[in-house]
């Protein structure tokens, strides 16, 4: 079983920041690209940004320059950090993890609860 419990969030300000982490658990062999996507009420999730085992990362143009993805494989963790945030950032945010379970099977997709970012004044 592996578990994706993610943190952070809550109601901020325009222009204030927020961090979100989303922490991997359970039968882990390894883990791939970790990645942030968002919601927000009435639209399609977007893919937030990228970061792979490597730490090569890849941004939406709507957050590039103020988000930054970071990871700390030592405890199989991925971060969003959020500066300048503005409320079209207004979403749930979701944290996926690319995870093989075991040496000889493929590596499948695991997705964190979702966590509100709410911003506004």
């Known amino acids: 079983q592996v578990q994706l419990v993610q943190s952070g969030g809550g109601l901020v300000q325009p222009g204030g920041s927020l961090r979100l982490s989303c922490a991997a658990s359970?039968?882990?062999?390894?883990?791939?690209?970790m990645d942030w996507s968002r919601q927000a009420p009435g639209k399609q999730r977007e893919l937030v940004a990228t970061?792979?085992?490597?730490?090569?990362?890849n941004y939406a143009d709507s957050v590039k320059g103020r988000f930054i993805i970071s990871r700390d494989n030592a405890v199989n963790t991925v971060y969003l950090q959020m500066n300048s945030l503005k409320p079209e950032d207004t979403a749930v945010y979701y944290c996926?993890?690319?995870?093989?379970?075991?040496?000889?099977?493929?590596?499948?997709?695991?997705w964190g609860q979702g966590t509100q970012v709410t911003v506004s004044t």
């Open positions: 996926k993890a690319d995870i093989r379970t075991r040496l000889r099977e493929p590596p499948r997709g695991y």
């Open positions: 359970g039968s882990i062999f390894s883990i791939y690209d």
């Open positions: 970061i792979t085992s490597g730490g090569s990362t």
